[in-house]
């Protein structure tokens, strides 16, 4: 069992920047993929971003691409996700996600364990 917490979400302008955090307890093993997932009000799941717990080439969103950075810390069991640029449309509960397979999704559904999410509003 995973357990996933999801920390850093708030009010920003647009243009401004956010530090999305997850930690990750429990059996998290290096063969796991990671991710962020986003759900704005009445639309489906999003892929954000992925990368394997120990790979080093994380893939994104082609609407976040350039603007997000997802990154991890192996040791203290940290995935991080810094957002830059926002714009009002990346509004949304944003989730931290792992799946038992390392290898890239970008299909929501593909992920077993999930965080409660954190809120990003990018006002205009």
């Known amino acids: 069992q995973v357990q996933l917490v999801e920390s850093g979400g708030g009010l920003v302008q647009a243009g401004g920047s956010l530090r999305l955090s997850c930690t990750v307890s429990g059996r998290a093993f290096s063969t796991y993929g990671l991710g962020w997932v986003r759900q704005a009000p009445g639309k489906e799941r999003e892929f954000v971003a992925h990368?394997?717990?120990?790979?080093?080439?994380?893939n994104y969103a082609h609407s976040v691409k350039c603007r997000f950075t997802f990154s991890k810390d192996n040791v203290k069991k940290m995935v991080y996700l810094e957002m830059s640029s926002l714009k009002p449309e990346d509004t949304a509960v944003y989730y931290c996600?792992?799946?038992?397979?390392?290898?890239?999704?970008?299909?929501?559904?593909?992920?077993?364990?999930w965080g409660q999410g954190t809120q990003v509003t990018v006002s205009s």
């Open positions: 996600a792992v799946r038992a397979d390392y290898r890239p999704t970008e299909y929501s559904h593909d992920y077993h364990y």
């Open positions: 990368d394997g717990w120990n790979g080093g080439y994380p």
